[in-house]
């Protein structure tokens, strides 16, 4: 899923292979006056600007947008001091929020942006937030001037907008390397800036388990603190030339002598999180790895494991041990706090790279598989994930895993993150299984690769819809 590397962010999800394709990627003439990001479905130059003063009102008539207009104050009160007045009148002159139910998609947009009125147009208020959104980036770029504006202008244009996918996010992994509630709360943002809508949080793996569980406390007590390890060694070198690799002394403690980095949030913190990024409509997509990238977790609770520990294999470590119904009932209750915490539609369980040498040479295990006419143990792995999924699905909730989970059998239920680009028809197999798939393939999309001159280009033209799809498996 993610290798041992210093940057720990990957490009996390561009499409559905499902059904709710909601747009198309086409070639775009675009207007150097605009620098958006992404650039709009359709965009028509106006001829001079729309002023906003002091004087200037939001009129929004719709509750539905009342957050939105709240959004869209506090962005004015950043570049001039104070909220602009708010309610009711004429849309000369001023900013107005309608509602269109003509608009069809629920991210979809419209901007009239003349030199007497600045008009936003959606149907839904994540459509309106997207709108707001696009008026920040036409704005200038500093937020906070030293000396607050006494207007501002925005270019008049009229931009009709719609994303051409359903699924846009990005994913952090914050178990390698921990970052702060203020850190998430940034990035957020600018996943917000840039239109993201969902926003993959990896809590944890054999670095660090990062989310407090009530019922296991000792998962952060214990599993949240590490001696350096060579990933850290390699951040503290390049932080010599570049202070942005340092590791930040908050997440640095003393125990027995030893230093320990790591760090942990508390079910609170993430509940506050979570409300941040859903005023902002985006989904968090909280994952708890497993059965594999547990060694946090099994050193704090040895039963987890078929060995009573956990080790590094050839290349990855000892996975939990889906023979032990204390191993399901570990997971249940993990997961059942865990959604506690995200109301969202997904949950990530991981399941890749997994070393199922102790599967392969426990007893327990063995009976377990004879059993339950199990074969193999890629076959007992996607026992555990298809029993997982059972469970979270009786909760109301969906499973959403990395491609191996593909490899011996999923329900065509479960979502499907492709991350390995060197089986090229991963993809493939998901959608005519019937599974929806995000696309977060390493390359182009992993930034935890060394960049070059084609990085950007790649990235932001990369097509997700791979090839060999009927055109209903490709929606």
């Avoid at 050193?299 to 494991?305: A, G, I, K, N, V």
């Avoid at 063995?366 to 059993?371: E, H, L, N």
Wanted: aromatic share 12%; hydrophobic share 40%; net charge neutral.
């Amino acid at each position: 899923m993610r290798k041992n590397t210093c940057l720990k962010i990957s490009f996390a999800a561009i499409l559905f292979l499902g059904t709710i394709f909601c747009g198309d990627l086409k070639a775009q003439e675009v207007n150097p006056k605009f620098p958006l990001i992404p650039y709009p479905t359709a965009l028509t130059a106006g001829k001079g600007n729309f002023v906003i003063t002091a004087n200037t009102k939001i009129i929004s008539v719709n509750d539905r947008f009342q957050n939105e207009a709240e959004q869209l104050n506090a962005l004015m009160e950043q570049y001039l001091g104070k909220p602009l007045k708010t309610g009711s009148g004429s849309s000369a002159r001023n900013i107005s929020l309608r509602y269109d139910d003509a608009i069809k998609t629920p991210e979809g947009y419209q901007l009239n942006i003349t030199q007497n009125a600045l008009i936003l147009v959606a149907r839904e208020p994540a459509g309106m937030f997207r709108a707001v959104e696009t008026i920040r980036q036409l704005l200038p770029a500093e937020e906070k001037p030293q000396n607050q504006l006494k207007k501002l202008e925005v270019p008049a244009v009229i931009i009709a907008d719609h994303p051409a996918f359903a699924w846009r996010g990005m994913h952090l992994d914050v178990s390698r390397h921990f970052f702060s509630v203020d850190y998430l709360k940034k990035f957020i943002d600018l996943l917000a800036l840039y239109k993201f809508n969902k926003f993959h949080l990896h809590l944890t793996d054999d670095q660090g388990w990062r989310i407090e569980i009530k019922k296991y406390p000792k998962l952060t007590e214990e599993g949240a603190w590490r001696t350096f390890n060579n990933q850290d060694s390699v951040m503290i070198a390049k932080s010599k030339d570049n202070p942005d690799f340092a590791l930040d002394p908050k997440h640095l403690i003393q125990r027995n002598g030893k230093t320990l980095y790591g760090g942990f949030y508390t079910q609170e913190e993430m509940k506050g999180v979570v409300a941040y990024a859903l005023v902002r409509h985006i989904d968090i997509i909280p994952e708890i790895d497993m059965p594999g990238h547990m060694m946090a977790a099994i050193t704090s609770y040895p039963f987890l494991s078929c060995t009573g520990g956990s080790k590094f294999g050839k290349l990855f470590t000892t996975p939990i041990c889906p023979s032990n119904e204390s191993t399901y009932e570990f997971a249940q209750n993990v997961f059942t706090e865990i959604m506690q915490i995200f109301p969202s539609e997904y949950i990530h369980i991981g399941g890749d790279e997994v070393d199922r040498t102790s599967w392969e040479q426990s007893e327990s295990a063995k009976a377990f598989m004879t059993k339950n006419g199990l074969k193999t143990s890629g076959e007992l792995q996607s026992y555990f994930i298809n029993r997982m999924e059972k469970f979270f699905n009786s909760k109301g909730r969906k499973i959403i895993g990395w491609d191996e989970i593909l490899e011996d059998g999923i329900s065509p239920t479960a979502m499907v993150t492709y991350w390995r680009s060197w089986v090229p028809n991963a993809p493939v197999k998901a959608a005519k299984n019937g599974n929806l798939v995000v696309m977060s393939p390493g390359n182009p999309l992993y930034f935890d690769n060394e960049p070059d001159q084609n990085s950007v280009y790649n990235v932001y033209h990369f097509n997700p819809i791979p090839k060999g799809l009927t055109d209903k498996e490709a929606k």
